[in-house]
């Protein structure tokens, strides 16, 4: 049974950072699209980022200039780098494997879906 499971949330101030992880088990990920989400309460779930097998980047422009998506093939590792963070960056951040990653960032046709992991950012 393939298990995605995200980590690195936390609390954080304005301006601060965070990185978040993602692993997957019997996934490769190297091998799929893969890509962050966020849901906030009380909003739709929004995409964040994504990244091509072949490393094709695309990011919401919210956050353009200040996530960095990256994937670590050695460690299975997917990464969302977060700077200068903002309270209405706050929300659950989920993984999510096997989907299209196109400018749009849909989630919806996304396979594998982790747990999510929270982040806060305090004004």
């Known amino acids: 049974q393939v298990h995605v499971v995200e980590s690195g949330g936390g609390l954080v101030q304005a301006g601060g950072s965070l990185r978040l992880s993602c692993t997957a088990s019997k996934l490769t990920l190297s091998d799929l699209n893969v890509g962050w989400f966020r849901q906030a309460p009380g909003k739709e779930r929004e995409g964040v980022s994504c990244?091509?097998?072949?490393?094709?980047?695309n990011y919401a422009d919210s956050v353009k200039g200040r996530f960095t998506i990256s994937r670590d093939d050695a460690k299975n590792t997917l990464y969302l780098q977060m700077d200068s963070l903002a309270p209405n960056d706050t929300a659950m951040y989920f993984c999510?494997?096997?989907?299209?990653?196109?400018?749009?960032?849909?989630?919806?046709?996304?396979?594998?879906w982790g747990q999510g992991t929270q982040v806060t950012v305090s004004a």
């Open positions: 999510a494997a096997a989907g299209p990653c196109l400018p749009e960032l849909k989630g919806d046709a996304f396979r594998y």
């Open positions: 990244i091509s097998w072949r490393r094709v980047t």
